[in-house]
C-alpha cells in the first residue's frame, strides 16, 4: 500500500515562485512512474510533469515545459515539484500520484494507471 501527501501550496503573485512536495511511503516498482497532475475548477484534471522512480529524463506538459521542473529524492522518499514564472492559469488543486507499473509513451498521461493519488495541495497564482 503506497500513501503519499503533498505539501507546499499557497497564493503567490504572477512571475513568483512555488515548491511543491509529496511524501511517498510504502513499496512501489522502481520500473514505475510518479507525478504531478492539477486541475482547476470546472475543467479536467491534467498531467503536469512525470518522471520513472529509479530515474530517467523527465517528461513535461507543453503548458509548463520551461517553467516547473520535477525531481525525486529516493533517499527521503519524497518527490518535488519546483514552479518558476507562475502565471494565474497554474491555479489549480495539485495532486501528487504514483503508477503501479511501468509506462509506455502511449499510456504516459493516462490517468488510469495511476494507482495511488495524495489529497492534493492548492497553488493560487494573482495578477
Known amino acids: 500500500q503506497v500513501q503519499l501527501a503533498e505539501s507546499g501550496g499557497g497564493s503567490v503573485q504572477s512571475g513568483g515562485s512555488l515548491g511543491l512536495s509529496c511524501a511517498a511511503s510504502?513499496?512501489?516498482?522502481?520500473?514505475?512512474?510518479m507525478g504531478w497532475f492539477r486541475q482547476a475548477p470546472g475543467k479536467e484534471r491534467e498531467g503536469v510533469a512525470t518522471?520513472?522512480?529509479?530515474?530517467?529524463?523527465?517528461y513535461y506538459a507543453d503548458s509548463v515545459k520551461g517553467r516547473f521542473t520535477i525531481s525525486l529524492d529516493k533517499a527521503k522518499n519524497t518527490l518535488y515539484l519546483q514552479m518558476n514564472s507562475l502565471k494565474p492559469e497554474d491555479t489549480a488543486m495539485y495532486y501528487c500520484?504514483?503508477?503501479?507499473?511501468?509506462?509506455?509513451?502511449?499510456?504516459?498521461?493516462?490517468?488510469?494507471?495511476?494507482?495511488?493519488w495524495g489529497q492534493g495541495t492548492q497553488v493560487t497564482v494573482s495578477s
Open positions: 518522471v520513472k522512480i529509479e530515474g530517467g529524463s523527465p
Open positions: 500520484a504514483a503508477s503501479h507499473t511501468y509506462l509506455t509513451r502511449s499510456i504516459l498521461w493516462d490517468q488510469r494507471f495511476y494507482k495511488y
Open positions: 510504502g513499496y512501489t516498482r522502481s520500473n514505475a512512474y
